[in-house]
């Protein structure tokens, strides 16, 4: 059965790699159209079905049944300059494409059940022609199904949501002498993949135009067999300090409150969440701080439309790190892992064909962010990291 379920998701995922998102770190802003159209605000704003993926105490608002899917297609442009002369490189990992499908349906005047599926969170680069950046190829996927059981009377919700989260990780690299001669190589053989088990909680009250909701997202303990330990264990030629690197990387707990306000065609909100890096197995090996994530949206919405727009900001999880194995992890972080943009902008927009179907896009652009360390050599290496992102989504409701 777990076989079924892995190769179900594969499958999913199948539709395209999930490298460099729009993130806050790893995780995605946003894992909706209309979410992501107000950069990430969701906690204290209902957004329909799509609720399921950021406060499940919000399908409420859904009446009857409403399904929604669709898709975003995020444009990282990632480089590096490794300090040795040879410039700056940029990553072809420039490209990718995350699936989104979710459902509610209205059971009871005070039950509701939902469904979904979809990419949460990634980041990678792909460095494959640069013999200088040692042809450094990273990869990590993640992918969630859940279905969201929330309860409403007087206008307080409380809802569970069970997760089974899907996970892939591939490290590889190679090293050169100065003539040009292979000297070293990451021996981790493929993807390394895992199948866990979380859950999300979501609380919401609403009252005259007013939303007040909380979120707590569980941790996800993921293991990748023979990725991050033998990527390491090969990267310094020994097994020195060998339990400082596991092949744990789990996704972090969140805990987040959000506010919304409704006034006529008006709607304002306002997000705060914190995500744990620094306690997440894998992630605290490689000094991740935690993120104190801000969001804040606007929405004008008639019968026809809907405009949307939104600022998000989380300052860089990682730092520059010195002394023992400092210069290690900084060149592994800003190598393979460069989860420092910071800044988000966002704009969206819905369409209604009838009072059954509609359309929504958004699309989020985050403005270049540079770091500089010293590497492993006591060199500087530099980072530069931005995105951009196009989510579509189409809404039925019956």
């Known amino acids: 059965m777990k076989s079924k379920i892995k190769l179900t998701l594969v499958t999913a995922m199948a539709l395209g790699t999930t490298s460099a998102f729009a993130t806050n770190g790893s995780t995605m802003i946003a894992t909706g159209a209309k979410a992501t159209g107000m950069a990430g605000t969701g906690i204290g704003k209902s957004h329909g079905a799509e609720s399921a993926l950021v406060n499940p105490a919000l399908i409420t608002s859904v009446d009857g049944t ?22 700056t490189q940029d990553s072809a990992a420039d490209l990718s494409v995350v699936p989104m499908v979710a459902t509610t349906t209205k059971v009871t005047e005070n039950l509701y059940i939902g469904a979904g599926m979809w990419g949460t969170a990634g980041m990678g680069v792909d460095y494959r022609e640069s013999d200088a950046n040692m042809n450094m190829v990273t990869n990590l996927q993640l992918m969630q199904f859940g279905v969201p059981i929330a309860y409403k009377v007087s206008g307080f919700s409380a809802a569970i949501t069970p997760l089974l989260q899907y996970g892939a990780l591939d490290i590889n690299y190679g090293t050169y002498a100065p003539d040009g001669s292979r000297v070293g190589s990451a021996s981790t053989k493929g993807i390394a993949q895992d199948l866990e088990f979380g859950y999300n909680i979501g609380l919401a009250y609403e009252i005259s135009g007013f939303t007040v909701g909380a979120v707590y997202k569980s941790e996800i303990e993921m293991e990748y067999k023979g990725q991050i330990s033998q990527a390491m264990s090969d990267f310094t030629g020994s097994a020195t300090n060998p339990s400082m690197f596991s092949d744990k990387l789990s996704t972090p707990a969140e805990i ?35 993120q104190d994530v801000i969001s804040i949206g606007y929405e004008y919405a008639t019968k026809s439309w809907a405009a949307r727009i939104g600022y998000n900001y989380a300052s860089s999880p990682i730092s520059e790190q010195i002394g023992t194995n400092g210069g290690l992890i900084n060149t592994f972080n800003l190598l393979g892992f460069p989860a420092i943009v910071e800044t988000h902008y966002a704009l969206g927009g819905t369409y209604n064909v009838n009072e ?15 770091e500089t360390y010293k590497g492993m050599m006591g060199q500087d290496i530099t980072t530069k990291h931005s995105q ?11």
Not at 264 to 269: K, S, T
Not at 361 to 370: D, G
Not at 393 to 398: Q, S, T
């Open 66 to 87: 409403e399904v929604s899917f669709g898709g975003t297609f995020f444009m990282p442009s990632v480089s590096y300059d490794n300090g040795g002369g040879a410039g």
């Open 256 to 290: 987040g409150i959000g506010v919304s306000y409704v006034f006529g065609e008006n709607a304002v909100a306002l997000d705060y969440k914190q995500i744990q890096w620094s306690a997440a197995a894998g992630y605290e090996d490689f000094a991740w701080d935690d």
């Open 356 to 370: 059954k179907t509609s359309f929504d896009v958004a699309y989020v652009y985050s403005p270049e962010a540079a």
């Open 388 to 398: 951009s992102a196009l989510s579509l989504a189409v809404n039925y409701n019956f």
